[in-house]
């Protein structure tokens, strides 16, 4: 009988296999060791941890509710602030008005020509010169002023201490909204716990978002803003008590200013009527020239696009002779044909192309300063018709007689809106 085949492997021995068990059982024991450390340190983490988000928690809680307390502290400050600042106001315009009696007389013409100056000073752009109609209107206001100086100082001293109280006003009010938004939210935060159903994991929610300002400087806004209501406050109440009636007649004599006045207006209207014919004249020539223009620009690309047909064709041409066999493919005169009819097309086409964007270049140019003449003309139109208003606003001195010694009824000073101020002030 033939001899068995030896096994093909490697062999191990003895010792080795006993080394391999021991080493299996060691790294055994090892590995249960880490494992068991691992288990004691996460269990002391988590009391750990617990305990820290606990008290951090907690810690936050009572430190938005000292800041609610903070917040809610400076609401009530700014809203008896600006209850002292509404009754001051009201006491100033009280006073204003009772100053304003004593100009009843002259205060149409000088409405009427602050008016003017007012819808004038309206024009924009190139329309906004300094004009005869400007140095007459100004005189006519100087002359007015000149037996209302020392009432309408105090009127004018009055009505801007009522824009600084206005305005102390708006930014107290903007404070005290800021200090209720502000109020809501630490409130809604305060309310919020684990089991809200509106908290979420947020995108870096650790940020510092910009305009963020430190606690001196939310103390120093606030104090700000209330010493500078009081200081308001204060003029005011200063202004009130220095305020007095002084009455004075009427001396000065109005009608040849007048006349003079609405003579430079007349004037002014007849050239801005002159000079937005012509500019009409212009903008309707330019339009035409603009579709004149954008036909041969049509034309020019309808061109262009049948040249590009005819070389797309030489081009095809060119190509499909190149699969001509063996001793055809000749260069003959039909190749130096087509070869020259594509230079030819690619020329054309170049200068039809240059042709092209030197057209809509142009049209472009004449588009930009259309849209220019289209906004000069409608600031022109805007200056004419702030003219004719001027004008008619002027036809209500022709029932007003300076020398006339009935009472004029008090018109209460009016802004740009045509809203009076003491409308403003009570909003």
Same mark, same amino acid.
């Given at each position: 009988?033939?001899?068995?085949?030896?096994?093909?492997?490697?062999?191990?021995?003895?010792?080795?296999?006993?080394?391999?068990?021991?080493?299996?059982?060691?790294?055994?024991?090892?590995?249960?060791?880490?494992?068991?450390?691992?288990?004691?340190?996460?269990?002391?983490?988590?009391?750990?941890?617990?305990?820290?988000?606990?008290?951090?928690?907690?810690?936050?809680?009572?430190?938005?509710?000292?800041?609610?307390?903070?917040?809610?502290?400076?609401?009530?400050?700014?809203?008896?602030?600006?209850?002292?600042?509404?009754?001051?106001?009201?006491?100033?315009?009280?006073?204003?008005?009772?100053?304003?009696?004593?100009?009843?007389?002259?205060?149409?013409?000088?409405?009427?020509?602050?008016?003017?100056?007012?819808?004038?000073?309206?024009?924009?752009?190139?329309?906004?010169?300094?004009?005869?109609?400007?140095?007459?209107?100004?005189?006519?206001?100087?002359?007015?002023?000149?037996?209302?100086?020392?009432?309408?100082?105090?009127?004018?001293?009055?009505?801007?201490?009522?824009?600084?109280?206005?305005?102390?006003? =708006?930014?107290?009010? %903007?404070?005290? &909204?800021?200090? +209720?938004?502000?109020?809501?939210?630490?409130?809604?935060?305060? @309310? !919020? *716990?684990?089991?809200?159903?509106?908290?979420?994991?947020?995108?870096?929610?650790?940020?510092?978002?910009?305009?963020?300002?430190?606690?001196?400087?939310?103390?120093?806004?606030? =104090?700000?803003?209330? %010493?500078?209501? &009081?200081?308001? +406050?204060?003029?005011?109440?200063?202004?009130?008590?220095?305020? @007095? !009636? *002084?009455?004075?007649?009427?001396?000065?004599?109005?009608?040849?200013?007048?006349?003079?006045?609405?003579?430079?207006?007349?004037?002014?209207?007849?050239?801005?009527?002159?000079?937005?014919?012509?500019?009409?004249?212009?903008?309707?020539?330019?339009?035409?020239?603009?579709?004149?223009?954008?036909?041969?620009?049509?034309?020019?690309?309808?061109?262009?696009?049948?040249?590009?047909?005819?070389?797309?064709?030489?081009?095809?041409?060119?190509?499909?002779?190149?699969?001509?066999?063996?001793?055809?493919?000749?260069?003959?005169?039909?190749?130096?044909?087509?070869?020259?009819?594509?230079?030819?097309?690619?020329?054309?086409?170049?200068?039809?192309?240059?042709?092209?964007?030197?057209?809509?270049?142009?049209?472009?140019?004449?588009?930009?300063?259309?849209?220019?003449?289209?906004?000069?003309?409608?600031?022109?139109?805007?200056?004419?018709?702030?003219?004719?208003?001027?004008?008619?606003?002027?036809?209500?001195?022709?029932?007003?007689?300076?020398?006339?010694?009935?009472?004029?009824?008090?018109?209460?000073?009016?802004?740009?809106?045509?809203?009076?101020?003491?409308?403003?002030?009570?909003?």
């Amino acid at each position: 009988m033939s001899a068995l085949p030896a096994k093909p492997g490697l062999r191990h021995s003895v010792p080795e296999w006993y080394s391999n068990n021991h080493q299996l059982s060691a790294t055994a024991q090892h590995e249960r060791d880490v494992s068991n450390v691992i288990r004691q340190e996460g269990r002391s983490l988590r009391d750990k941890t617990n305990c820290e988000t606990t008290w951090d928690e907690r810690d936050t809680s009572r430190r938005l509710s000292d800041r609610a307390w903070d917040v809610a502290r400076w609401k009530e400050t700014l809203e008896t602030c600006a209850q002292k600042v509404d009754k001051e106001m009201e006491a100033l315009t009280l006073s204003k008005e009772q100053t304003e009696q004593a100009l009843a007389a002259t205060a149409v013409p000088l409405e009427v020509s602050s008016e003017c100056l007012t819808l004038r000073d309206g024009r924009r752009g190139y329309e906004l010169v300094i004009d005869p109609v400007d140095e007459q209107l100004k005189k006519e206001v100087a002359l007015i002023e000149k037996v209302q100086q020392v009432l309408q100082q105090h009127i004018d001293e009055a009505f801007e201490q009522l824009c600084l109280l206005q305005e102390a006003r =708006q930014h107290l009010t %903007a404070d005290l &909204q800021d200090k +209720m938004d502000a109020l809501d939210i630490d409130m809604s935060c305060l @309310s !919020l *716990t684990i089991k809200s159903p509106e908290i979420s994991l947020k995108i870096n929610p650790t940020r510092i978002p910009s305009g963020s300002s430190t606690p001196q400087e939310w103390v120093q806004f606030s =104090q700000y803003n209330v %010493a500078q209501a &009081q200081q308001a +406050m204060q003029v005011s109440q200063q202004m009130r008590e220095d305020m @007095s !009636l *002084t009455r004075a007649q009427l001396q000065n004599e109005l009608d040849t200013q007048r006349r003079a006045t609405e003579f430079a207006l007349r004037k002014r209207n007849h050239h801005e009527e002159q000079a937005r014919n012509e500019l009409e004249w212009q903008i309707n020539n330019t339009e035409d020239e603009m579709a004149e223009m954008e036909s041969d620009i049509h034309g020019l690309d309808a061109d262009l696009q049948a040249k590009t047909a005819f070389l797309k064709l030489a081009h095809t041409r060119l190509e499909n002779r190149t699969n001509r066999p063996g001793m055809d493919l000749c260069r003959d005169e039909v190749q130096h044909g087509l070869i020259n009819e594509v230079h030819q097309l690619e020329s054309t086409i170049m200068a039809l192309e240059q042709k092209l964007s030197e057209a809509q270049h142009s049209l472009q140019k004449m588009r930009l300063h259309h849209s220019r003449m289209l906004q000069d003309l409608s600031r022109k139109q805007e200056a004419l018709s702030l003219e004719q208003r001027s004008l008619s606003t002027r036809a209500r001195l022709s029932s007003t007689s300076c020398t006339d010694k009935t009472p004029v009824p008090l018109v209460p000073l009016t802004n740009s809106s045509g809203r009076s101020n003491l409308q403003l002030l009570a909003q």
